[in-house]
């Protein structure tokens, strides 16, 4: 067998793996976590705190705490739910070329490739630590990167380089915007529809909260740098969810908005975060002089920073050697990569596979994508022996 078709065998016994973020991918950890474990690598599985799901991390060569590379993927896929697939998701599929099922591309592919090139890299005398970081969680706000992360800073492992493979079609992105989502609930008090004075209207104070959500998300035009590479330039806010009441004559006494943000920059998130707390300052105080049990509430589902990009960039400078391009592009999409800058990583992303086909049905990543992307993974060999 060629290194490609080991590739598409590990990658069909990953697809097996249904890891949807809303179930354990256990199962899927340990397997990998065997497979390297086998080959000499020292490995580290940390669990979440339901114990149902966990990281992987695991380090090939030397035992040095900084100055390796990190080859970075997730594990968590989306749901299946409501698509319509042409065959089943969890099941590899190939056809002319292309390797169907859930997470092909998004981003089991990837993880695949790096599988398939570890006993090469376990065969070797490696100068610098190789590192592969396998996480949970990533689709419902990088919580595994987060707290991936959070342990190596702790433990004063600091990697010199971290290539996150998400799907670039084996593009050099080294900059993506950050991630922030929220859920605020509101609780007021019911009533009858006849009387809203006695009551407090849950959905009211939403759509308050809304109004305000949508003048910040003009004001953050005004915001962007003027070399913002992003399109658009602007961090972008979107109101992904709002609900409330049940009929027409009860008042609500609760109501709910899911909203998520996409900073350009650090500040952006401060900025946004402060004028959002003080709309619920505002509202409030109205809301308890009727019910004092009134309240509102923001729970926050994952505040992920983006990829800054940097002048000069040892990721960057890696990848334009091993891909030979010299051509690199920001990209509005998230990733993990900006929580391994945040570590002191340079980071950078590049992986096979489209983000057009990411989360759709019939999601696949094509042999030819592979091929591409184990090139790239032949080339690192040559610089961690170096």
């Known amino acids: 067998m060629t290194r490609l078709d080991d590739t598409c065998a590990i ?29 000499g690598a ?19 060569g030397p035992r040095n705490t900084d100055g390796g590379i990190v080859l970075s993927g997730h594990t968590d896929v989306v749901p299946v739910a409501d698509q319509d697939w042409s065959t089943d ?3 590899l599929h190939e056809a002319d070329g292309r390797l169907y099922g859930r997470g092909t591309c998004d981003m089991k592919g990837f993880i695949a490739a790096c599988l398939a090139m ?22 419902v706000g990088c919580l595994g ?6 342990e190596l800073a702790a433990r004063e492992l600091r990697p010199g380089i971290a290539i996150v493979g998400e799907p670039t079609e084996m593009r050099i992105v080294d900059a993506h915007k950050g991630c922030c989502e929220y859920t605020v609930e509101f609780h007021g008090r019911e009533g009858h529809g006849s009387n809203p004075p006695a009551g407090v209207n ?35 806010i979107n109101l992904g969810r709002i609900s409330g009441g049940h009929v027409h004559n009860v008042i609500p006494g609760r109501a709910e908005i899911a909203w998520e943000m ?25 809301m308890r002089a009727v019910a004092p049990e009134a309240d509102i509430r923001t729970h926050v589902v994952g505040e992920v920073v983006g990829l800054e990009p940097m002048p000069h960039s040892a990721a960057r400078a890696l990848l334009a050697g091993l891909t030979g391009q010299s051509r690199t592009e920001a990209v509005p999409f998230s990733t993990e990569a900006g929580l391994f800058q945040s570590l002191g990583c340079a980071a950078a992303v590049c ?16 042999r030819k994508q592979l091929a591409q992307c184990l090139a790239m993974l032949e080339g690192l060999a040559g610089v961690l022996t170096a």
């Open 11 to 39: 990658l069909a016994d990953l697809v097996a793996f249904p890891t949807v973020s809303s179930d354990s991918n256990l199962e899927m950890i340990v397997h990998m976590a065997a497979l390297l474990g086998d080959l």
């Open 202 to 236: 849950a959905a009211e104070a939403a759509v308050r909260y809304a109004a305000r959500l949508l003048a910040l998300a003009d004001e953050m035009k005004a915001r962007a740098p003027e070399d913002s590479p992003f399109e658009p330039p602007w961090t972008t």
């Open 262 to 286: 996409r900073p350009v920059q650090a500040d952006d998130i401060a900025h946004a975060k402060a004028a959002m707390a003080r709309e619920v300052a505002s509202l409030l105080p109205a």
């Open 118 to 139: 570890a006993p090469v890299y376990a065969g070797l005398d490696l100068k610098r630590p190789l590192h592969f970081a396998f996480t949970h969680d990533e689709e």
């Open 42 to 60: 020292r490995v580290d599985l940390f669990h979440d705190a339901t114990g149902h799901k966990a990281n992987l991390f695991a380090t090939l």
């Open 351 to 366: 992986g096979p596979g489209s983000i057009a086909q990411a989360h759709k049905p019939d999601e696949y990543v094509s």
């Open 89 to 91: 998701p969890f099941t």
């Open 145 to 150: 990167g987060q707290a991936l992360v959070a």
